[in-house]
């Protein structure tokens, strides 16, 4: 006969192996259905990597930024892209005096360091593109040196912008685009030079839409990527 003793603690052991069983069932259901989210979740989103490195005094840069990179904030692809304009390439440091020379003058400096400092002031996409928009558009009318024009016509403060030029922020902000374009490998032989997750796509950058909808692994592609990989 099992003593009252006995009893009791056996009684006690199984309440608590039913317990623990109980606690592991539910974690081991939870980790199921979180090993599933796993599989799903990182890529819902997770962004293309979509850099342009152009010159601001470029012709071609200038009609892909307008014509073709604008595509991407009319059919929904801005939201899976991190877009990344990147101005100054052709242009180095001169050693002996630690200013900049760019491939189309002085002009072209002085608005590559106005789109550094747009770049840099306003963090939103959106106006960051509105902003360069609105300069590339006046360098393909051979107006580039209105500029002003636009932060009346976009209804932005004109000052930060000054401020960062006066203070040669432009400049210094620009130095380290030069040292990032002189890393890219291979190098621009040409521009504006488009990468997707960083990968050159070359000549056929006007068809960037094509590389970012193939690179994106998110469980919720736009419309606009289900019609181009069809």
Request: charged share 20%.
């Amino acid at each position: 006969m099992v003593s009252p003793n006995v009893a009791i603690i056996i009684a006690m052991t199984l309440v608590l192996f039913f317990s623990i069983y109980e606690s592991k069932g539910a974690s081991y259901s939870s980790a199921s259905h979180i090993d599933g989210a796993d599989e799903i979740t990182p890529f819902a989103h997770q962004k293309v990597n979509l850099s342009v490195y152009y010159e601001s005094l470029c012709q071609p840069c200038a009609v892909f930024i307008i014509k073709n990179l604008e595509e991407i904030f009319n059919n929904d692809l801005i939201n899976i892209v991190n877009l990344r304009l990147v101005p100054w390439v052709n242009a180095y440091v001169n050693m002996t005096n630690n200013s900049i020379s760019c491939q189309n003058g002085p002009d072209e400096c002085k608005l590559n360091s106005l789109e550094t400092c747009s770049l840099n002031i306003w963090p939103d996409v959106n106006i960051q593109y509105a902003l360069i928009y609105c300069f590339e558009f006046l360098v393909i009318e051979g107006r580039n040196k209105k500029w002003h024009n636009c932060f009346d016509e976009l209804d932005l403060l004109e000052e930060p912008i000054l401020d960062c030029l006066d203070t040669g922020n432009g400049t210094e902000l620009g130095k380290r685009y030069i040292n990032e374009i002189s890393q890219l490998y291979p190098p621009p032989s040409f521009v504006p030079w488009v990468v997707v997750n960083n990968e050159p796509i070359g000549e056929d950058y006007e068809n960037f839409a094509y590389y970012v909808c193939k690179a994106y692994r998110g469980v919720a592609a736009p419309a606009a990527c289900n019609l181009r990989m069809k």
